[in-house]
Each structure stands twice: as structure tokens, then as C-alpha cells.
């Protein structure tokens, strides 16, 4: 078995399949514990339905391997909606390229998933992860996903439980040596009938013959004419009928604990009998071998054997009191602080009451510490006149449908708690209720860019909103504080950004901490104090730490934006990938489309007119294809720069069209050499612009406005807006935006310094022109567009075969192919052009 086993490892999947108890766990562990490979082994429990716990504990397991991977996935967890897992698969397979060491993944107990949304994922998985892994999954059933390709594909081992039975001579070994029986040849061969050679029925009948005097005769009379799930019964009585009656009160009252330790077992049982505490039955149910799973190496922690809980709660279920010990084992959760547990056994125990106490959380309701999918799962479980006769859960209920994104969800069930609350008498509850409602929807129009119903929305809410109901209302001023934003009132974005992270760091609110210092730090940005946007950000990254939640490409992004304005290419170009790479976990956000924004003036710095026009076409398919209706004036003033540098301005003017881009429409002017149209255009807006106190906006003006005055003649006039101009860049250090004006603004600041004017801050400006170094592809011969198809493939874990069926190229065509990249990139292996592929920024 072992020696199949180890010829799978070439493959991609090892599949262990069989019903409870024909030892597929413990054959996995033997086998993995002698292999080569390192082990990352994840045990999965019925809890890990929920995608984001799903996805920790993967994450986790592939740590205790490669232990600098995964942090983008475990940030995503962290975040207020959880990315497809398929985004967060993606981000860790790239990660895992990186990891040349070879590995196995195991997945114990699989059969207990049911989410198919992780199904996906594990699928997805599978078919791109690299070659250097292996996954085990064992199972009581075949998985929620199709094997069948990789099995066509010779991709796949399957052992089932005819390859797991325990033949006679397997048999006899266990029951005599193993468990000690001393059976003749007939009570094995009779028993191993019996039982099919089920591992755990022998188990059970060898702990029932355990001492008696006669264990042949013990054999022949329980194995008489019973089918197979009598025997199980029979077993199970034998077993716990033998055990004292401590033992057998202790084992029933356990059941219901998907873990347990010695003092949450105290709880389950009536104190002052005089029997042995907790942790001391746990310690005599190991070693009496009676089906419990140590969870810890301290021995504090157990779980039962899942046949063995399964038989237990089913008795408990005959003779009643299920709901009682989910009670008891909901109050020991909750002093012991661990209130999710609470929550569920209080679930469990059918107490609406004190489930949806709970799942207030004290302060910081469960669904603002990732719990929303478990939430939301016993929500939908409730009856509708119970959810109707309780509008405080259907607020939940909303709120859970907005943390895993059902947006389209959530007006309806607002609607009907609304529907509810008009029949009810006012009071404070009520008037919280409706201040909760109201942040859902400010909520939901943040993700629509509504500034209007933001606003609205917003002030009702903390209008109605309880003073004590810090959570919501601190979320409620950061919808504000965008919404601010979004109408230009920076001022005002600061303030309310500056509040809700102060409320937040005070109650722990860490999303909504970040959200706001994020958002504070692009105000500072807009305000062109760069350095202390800077401070900002990297604040965010230092508090988020190894976690890389998601949200964080916006503090990545706007560092991104400082480096290139200082012209810092370097640092620019390292954290744009950053944050590119995470963007796409942000669902339902335009992060994505702002990398792209960016990358179009990374690429203008390299003098790559291709590669900026590339970056807009992508822009502008996102902004098609996830309705950014708002970004589409972005886009049209990077056409229009991209023209200009082409010397067609009448096509310039064409794209920006209806758009209100008064800075584009100025420069076009000036490119007619229309110097009254142009400066008709820019003093108006250089004075509203420093009306409204835009600073940003003001010294790219100043800039424009003092390069057509220039080129009008009016040299005086030019030199002294550019003299207030540098004025205002100095103190962060603004580089780019002056460099990026070309031999105009070259030719302004040499007057600019024969004048004196910022002397030393001039000469700096000046030095700063000159050719771009390129920062992509520093090779002697670039690669091919289909070489970077391939090389992208490589990176994905595509086999050779698999690219040639994906680019419709021969085996041979393919090998060529790496052959020349990995020549041009000077590397001998396909990880290691994966990992030059990066360094070059190729992928």
C-alpha cells in the first residue's frame, strides 16, 4: 500500500475514500510521517464550511511549510467581505511558485464540507497549483468537486475501501498482537467476515472480548446473523455497557463538544458526586484507548473520535437533554470568552435569545470579527415568523447579507424589518434599529460611489443611532468621510476620517481603523503633504503587519503614487506590484482599475507609449465591465495625454469629449498655440480650484498655467507661478510632476535657476531630467509576446503538455520556447525563470 502510494506522488491528487473507520487516517499518517516530502496536514470539522475559517486554517497549514507565504490570503480574512476564494487560491499559488521545496498538503476528514464555494476553491486548486505539490485528501465520500478529469489525465491515486479492508492475515496480526486476544484461526476469519474488514468494527469487538474468559466463544455469539449496522449497535452497547457508569454519564454528556477540556467537561456534568474532574476522565479515556484524539502536545485539548461522537450523540438523542448541554457548554464558552463557540452551542441549543444576545458580541457585534458566514447560516435556519417577530436579527440578517456580499439581498430584508417596525411602538431600541438601517444602506452606496445617498443615508443614521452603539456609528462616520470626499470637501473627509480612527483604535474596530487611516492618508496626500501621507500609510502597513489584509493595497498604492512623484522609481514599482497583487481580493472596488491608472504613469516614465496605452485599455475594460462610471473621466484624460505626445490634438479633443477635464482642454489650447484659450481655461480654474483649498489640483495648474504664459511670451508672469509653484512642492518633494512636462518645463526652471529662484531645489529639479531607465525587461534580448505567454503559463504550474493545449502549440514548440526564455533570462530551471520573471516585473 505504501509503495502505491509513493508512485502517486508524481501525480497531483491522492484520493483515501472510504465509509468511517477503515483506518484512512491512520494509513495516511504512517505513510506521510516515513515520506521525504515535508507535510502540511489540515484536519478539517463540520465548523470549516465557513469559507474565511476555511481558508485560515489552509493558509495556516501551508505556513507550517513555507512559512513566509499566504499573507495576502490570511489578510483577506481580516476584511469586511471576503474576496472570491478563487482571487485569494490565485495570489497564494503565485506565492507558492516562489517555494521550490516539494510538499504534500493532507486534507483529513474532507466528507465534513459542504460549502460549494470551497469545493471551487480546492478544485481550483488543484488544477493550477504548482508542480512541486501533492495533495492527500481523505474522506468518508468522494468529494463535492468532479476527479474525473484528473483521472483521465493519470493525475490522480484512488484507494477505496476495498483497498482498505483488513484481509485474514491483516486481521489476525491486529487482533491478536495488536489488541492482545489470543483468537483461534476461525473467530478471525469469522470475525474479518463479519465486520468486511471494517478496521474500527474489529476495534470495537476487540475492546468488547478485552478480559473475558472465552473470547472465541464472545466472537461466534455476537457475529451470528446480524447485519452490519447491528453489529455497530451491538458493538456500541458493548462497549459503553462495559465501561462503569461514570464513564458511560461522562461520555454522553461530552458528546455534544466538537473539542473539550477538563474544565468545559466540569461544566457538562452536576458537580459535588465525587468522581474524577474532567481532565483526569480525559486522561483515563486515552489510555484506555476509547476513540478520543489528543489535540495539543500539553494533552489539554481532545476531541472524539468522529464514529465513535457520532454513536454517542446518537444515544444522547434517544434519551433526550441535547439542548440543555449545548446550553451549558454556551455559558462555559462565554466566560471563558470565546463567544463564537457561545454562540453556536447556544444555536445549537435552539436558544434564540441568547444566540442573538451573542451575537451582539459585547460591544463588537461576531459579524465585525469574521463570523458573518456562521452567522448568516443559523439566520436562515430560523423560521420567518420568528424573524418577522424580531427585527433586531433581521437587521443582523441584512448585515450578514452585506459582509459576504449579496448586495442585491439586502434592500428586500430591510424592507421587511421596516415592514415590522412600523407596527411596533417607538422607543429607543426601535430608533437604534433604524439608525442600524440606515448605515447598511450609506454602506452599500459607498460601494456604488453615491455621494448623495452616502450622505443621506449616513446622517439619518446617526441621527437615530444609540450613543452606546459605537461599532456602527464609528463605520457610519467613515461612510461620511467618503462621502465627503467624493463631493471634494476635504476638510471635512479629514475630520470625520480623523474621528472614526480615533473611536475606532479606543473600542478595536481594526477595520474600520484601517479604512479611516487610509483614507485620512489620502486626503494628505490630495493636500500635497507628502511626507505626512507617507507616515500614514506605512502606519497602516506597520498595525496590519504579517496579515497583508486586503484593504492594504490602497496604503501600497498611495506609496506607490509618493515614490513616483519623488521619483523614486524603484520604490514606486515595488509598491504598485504589491498592490496590484492584492487589488483583485477587493471585490465590488475600483482598486484595481486605480493600479491600472498608476501604471499607465509608471510606464510614461519609461518612455513605453505601448505599454501606458495597454494600461488604459485595461483601465477602461474594467470600468465597462464593473460599471466605474465614475473613473470614465480618468480615462479619458490619459487618452488624451497619450494623443497629445503624438502631436494630435484634434483627436485629443475629440476623446475628452463631454468630459469636464479643464486641465486637458488647456493643454490641448496650448498645443494649438491658442494662448488665450488656454489661459481663458485656467484662470477661472486656478481660482476655484483655490477656492475649494484643492492644493493638488492648484500646483498642477500653477504648473500648466506658467508653461503657457511662457510660450506666449510672458516670461515674467511664468517664472513667478512657477516660482509659487515650486513654493508648494518642496516641503513633500515633488519631482515627477515637473519632469514629466518635458523640455518646456526644462527650459522654464534654467531661467528659473539663472534667477535664483529655489536654487538648490531647481538644480535638483534639472538633474532630474534625462532618459528613463526602464524598469521591465533590462535584457540583452527582450522576450517574445509568446515567450511572456508562456513564461505566464509556467508561472500558473502549467505542465508542458498543458500549454501546448492552452496556445494550441507541439510539445516540441512548447519546449522551444523555454528553451529561449530560459536563455534570455540566464536561468537553468522553470522556478527559477518564474522567480527572474518577477524580479524583471514580467509577471
Known sequence: MTERLNEGLHRKLTLISASAGFGKTTLAGQWLAACERPVAWLSLDEGDNDPARFLAYFVAALRTVAPNIGESALGALRSSQLPPLEAVMTTLINEMIGCETAMVLMLDDYHVIENELIDRAVLFWLESMPPQMHIVISSRKDPGFSV??????????????????????????????????????????????????????????ALSARGRRDADSFVRDFAGDGTLPHIVDYLIEEVLQRQPENVQHFLLRSSVLERMCGSLCDAMLDTGTGEPDGQTMLRMLEQANLFIVPLDDERRWYRYHHLFADLLRRRLRRSGGEAELHARASIWHEEDGSELEAFRHAAAAGDIDRAARLIEGRGMPLLFRGAAAQVLDWLQSLPQPELRARPALGVMYASALLFVGRLADVEPMLQTVEAVMRMMEPDDRCRDLVGHIASIRATIAVAMHQADAILEQSRLA????????????????????????????????????????????????????????????????????LELAEKTYRDVLLKVGDAALPAVCEAHLGLARIGYQRNELDVAWRHWQTSARLAPLLESTDRTLACELLLFRLKLAQEDSAGASAAVAKAELLVRQHGFSHRMHAIAAARAELLLREGDWEAAAEQIGSHELPLCQARIDWARKDWTAALAVLMPLRQRIEEAGWEDERLSALIVEALVRHAAGDEKQATELLRVALAMAEPGGFIRIFIDEGEPMKRLLSIAHERGIKRAYVAKLLAAFGPAIPHTQPLIEPLSERELEVLRLVAQGLSNQEIGERLFLALSSVKGHNRNIFDKLQVSRRTEAVARGRELGLL
Open 462 to 529: 446617526l441621527e437615530n443611532l444609540h450613543p452606546d452603539n459605537l461599532p456602527v456609528r464609528t463605520a457610519t462616520t467613515w461612510s461620511l468621510g467618503y462621502a465627503y470626499q467624493l463631493r471634494g470637501d476635504r476638510a471635512a473627509a479629514g475630520r470625520a476620517y480623523t474621528e472614526a480612527l480615533a473611536v475606532s483604535e479606543r473600542i478595536g474596530h481594526y477595520i474600520i481603523g484601517v479604512m479611516s487611516a487610509l483614507g485620512l492618508g489620502s486626503v494628505q496626500e490630495e493636500a500635497n503633504r
Open 148 to 205: 474525473s478529469k484528473l483521472r483521465v489525465r493519470d493525475q490522480a491515486t484512488e484507494l477505496r475501501v476495498q483497498d482498505l479492508r483488513f484481509n485474514p492475515a491483516e486481521a489476525s496480526l491486529f487482533l491478536n498482537q495488536a489488541m492482545a486476544l489470543g483468537l483461534s484461526p476461525g473467530s478471525v476469519a469469522l470475525l474479518e467476515a463479519r465486520t468486511e474488514g471494517w478496521i474500527a468494527g474489529m476495534q470495537l469487538a
